[in-house]
């Protein structure tokens, strides 16, 4: 697989446009239609916004704090191994029982829990991370990364206007079964990241000394 099919891959995965869906509508449900589209609209733009910033000093951060990137792929691809059970076994855990009813509570809802974190989550994050430390030094691949991020927050925003239909169309059986079938996607790549940076880490721990 190419890199830049595993980026699109690995980012629509972990950010799972579809399996939002019904979280949009319980969310946004009782708001009129102008309504839910400038949530949506905000949403998908205060979490593009910083994936963004995050691909680009996410490496730097890593230097600074003197974390390599095969110990960060390693952190990162377990990370995203517990999002891929959750999500093959219909566990929604992006948000905390006091997190969703202070969403409820709340007037505006397209940062908290939206964009933050249900779109701009821990594991979107660390496989932005990891992808970017892959590109790094090669800027036209990091700007195909941000591409990538910015076409797959355009395919959540289509689906988040179209949420309705697509709850009526699918039901909420046929959504989890899109969620699942991603969810074992999501765990491949997950212990791929695994066994490449723990191939790395044994090299350089076993290598001639």
Do not use: C
């Not at 006091?98 to 660390?126: C, H, K, M, N, Y």
């Amino acid at each position: 697989m190419s890199f830049l099919a595993r980026a699109f891959l690995t980012l629509l995965v972990v950010i799972d446009p579809v399996g939002l869906v019904p979280i949009f509508i319980t969310l946004a449900g009782k708001y009129t239609s102008a309504q839910q589209e400038r949530i949506a609209r905000q949403a998908v733009l205060i979490a593009g916004s910083i994936l963004l910033i995050f691909a680009l000093i996410g490496n730097w951060l890593l230097r600074y704090l003197g974390i390599s990137i095969e110990a960060f792929q390693v952190a990162g691809g377990l990370l995203l191994l517990k999002i891929a059970v959750d999500m093959v076994f219909a566990h929604r855990e992006r948000e905390t029982a006091e997190e969703e009813q202070e969403a409820q509570l709340r007037e505006d809802i397209s940062t908290f829990p939206l964009a933050i974190p249900l779109i701009a989550g821990p594991g979107t994050l660390a496989s932005l991370l990891i992808l970017t430390s892959e590109a790094d030094g090669h800027g036209s691949s990091l700007v195909a990364i941000m591409a990538i991020v910015v076409v797959v927050l355009a395919i959540a925003y289509l689906l988040f206007r179209l949420s309705k239909r697509l709850a009526f169309a699918f039901g909420k059986t046929g959504i989890n079964v899109i969620t699942r079938v991603l969810g074992v996607l999501l765990a491949a790549l997950a212990v791929q990241y695994v066994v490449n940076g723990t191939t790395v880490v044994l090299k350089t721990a076993l290598g001639p000394r």
